[in-house]
């Protein structure tokens, strides 16, 4: 279908009409019309699929313009959209009969229509479902739904019920039970897709005003069960659920005790290091901004590792518990800058501000996408050019004389001027590019780039930014 014309993809009429159909056929076709829909909707741009209700002026208007849209097209009209509406209505009749499995095909078919004006409708539909699973399936000792949900089915439907935007909480509580109750049946994959499903459950929770205070949430007890069957498993998972988990643990691992967060961490990063060419160069900066907020509370808590002279580590001896996670780093950075061909200038940005913010200043690894960022500074606005100026003068005095201890210490002397002279040229560029843009600078540019909050270290070269600081 995506390797159709486009304009043959806008005229195509679904082979069947939808006034003959039983309920045996009744899924599968509805499922058909709903991705013609869908993807009519996809390739067409700008423009509603539905009739337009606009006044008689506006329509004059456009008519004198020459954007009269006919109302005779396949889609333009909403006869397909009514015969749609009439079908899902005899769907939900017979939920009964459709089973789990049915009820899925429903709610993924629910899902591909944009509902722009009829929201209620959407609603009204997905409340009738919800009704049958709460109450009316209660006493259904026929079809007897939730003796024949399986812990695959109660993750889909959990997961089609977040993408639908419904939360209700009974609903959700319900399903979610049923995955935990039913955890030792689960396999690596199923805890994947739920804990993805519910990570996107709590982020639109968040703005939705009618269900903020109604959260259903997972206990630290059911994650860490969850995440430890993953760890059971020997991560029989694939690179794109392996990418997925990483960043999941990155984000709920903080509930682990320190035993079992560090058993995860290394299994992680042997099954990372093993498997490292196999993933795309999206999955690998993935993986890096994961890395980085696993750093922050790997060795949180009482239980942290002693170095040497039986010394426990204190909570700002970044350097010592950055050093676990340098070698992987720098193996993903290389493959990172390598294979990355397709990058944009904000995602450069953050795994910059990540990597600083993280006590991570190898030049070699961050060499590539600073000057990348530099390169395109124009495509920035003022705060996110400001923003990489002030990340560019914290990575300078990591290097200078002053922050040798945070860099590497095999680190020679002449490598860690050429660094300090590449960084000042990269801040003297910048200043160009602001001072070309802007007659008068904003007081922001001016305090940061202004030459007395960057003193020259003795005996090693200095920037000259402009004369922006006058």
């Not at 006919?70 to 015969?83: A, C, M, V």
């Not at 900066?285 to 002693?306: E, M, Q, Y």
Request: net charge positive; proline share 3%.
């Amino acid at each position: 279908m995506k390797g159709l014309r486009i304009p043959l993809i806008r005229n195509l009429i679904p082979s069947v009409s939808l006034n003959k159909i039983n309920g045996t056929h009744l899924l599968k076709h509805l499922e058909n019309v709903c991705e013609h829909i869908a993807l009519v909707g996809r390739y067409t741009k700008g423009k509603s699929t539905r009739r337009r209700h606009i006044s008689k002026y506006i329509k004059r208007v456009d008519r004198n313009k020459g954007e009269c849209i006919p109302t005779n097209g396949t889609i333009g009209r909403s006869k397909l959209f009514d015969q749609v509406d009439e079908q899902f209505n005899k769907a939900v009749v017979l939920l009964p009969e459709l089973g789990p499995s049915g009820i899925i095909r429903l709610l993924h078919a629910l899902q591909k229509i944009k509902y722009e004006k009829k929201k209620r409708k959407k609603n009204n539909i997905l409340k009738r479902i919800e009704y049958y699973l709460l109450r009316g399936s209660v006493n259904d000792t026929l079809y007897n739904f939730w003796s024949h949900l399986r812990i695959n089915d109660a993750i889909l439907l959990f997961r089609m019920f977040i993408k639908n935007n419904h939360f209700e909480p009974a609903l959700l509580y319900k399903l979610m039970g049923q995955v935990v109750h039913n955890r030792d049946f689960c396999i690596p994959s199923d805890v994947v897709l739920f804990l993805r499903s519910y990570h996107i459950y709590r982020c639109r929770i968040k703005r939705s005003p009618k269900w903020k205070w109604k959260e259903v949430s997972l206990s630290d007890d059911c994650q860490r069960k969850l995440l430890q069957i993953i760890v059971r498993n020997k991560f029989d998972l694939t690179h794109k659920e392996m990418c997925s988990f990483v960043s999941l643990f990155s984000i709920y691992g903080r509930v682990l005790p320190f035993h079992e967060r560090w058993q995860i961490y290394t299994k992680s990063i042997e099954y990372v290091e093993r498997t490292q060419l196999a993933y795309s160069p999206r999955d690998i900066k993935n993986i890096i901004l994961s890395l980085f907020r696993i750093n922050t509370f790997l060795f949180d808590g009482a239980c942290v590792p002693r170095n040497n002279d039986g010394f426990s580590m204190g909570k700002n001896s970044h350097v010592e518990r950055l050093s676990v996670v340098n070698p992987t780093l720098r193996k993903l950075f290389h493959l990172y800058n390598n294979h990355n061909t397709d990058v944009r200038v904000e995602d450069e940005l953050r795994i910059l501000e990540r990597a600083v913010q993280s006590h991570y200043y190898n030049y070699d690894s961050l060499e590539n996408i600073i000057f990348h960022i530099k390169n395109n500074l124009a495509q920035l606005g003022l705060s996110k050019g400001v923003k990489f100026v002030r990340l560019v003068r914290k990575l300078r005095n990591a290097h200078s004389a002053d922050g040798v201890v945070l860099t590497d210490a095999s680190t020679s002397n002449t490598e860690r001027k050429f660094v300090l002279h590449m960084l000042d040229q990269i801040l003297s560029n910048c200043a160009e590019v602001f001072r070309a843009r802007y007659k008068y600078p904003p007081r922001k540019i001016r305090a940061v780039l202004s030459l007395d909050r960057l003193a020259a270290v003795p005996g090693e070269p200095n920037h000259e930014l402009t004369v922006l600081h006058r």
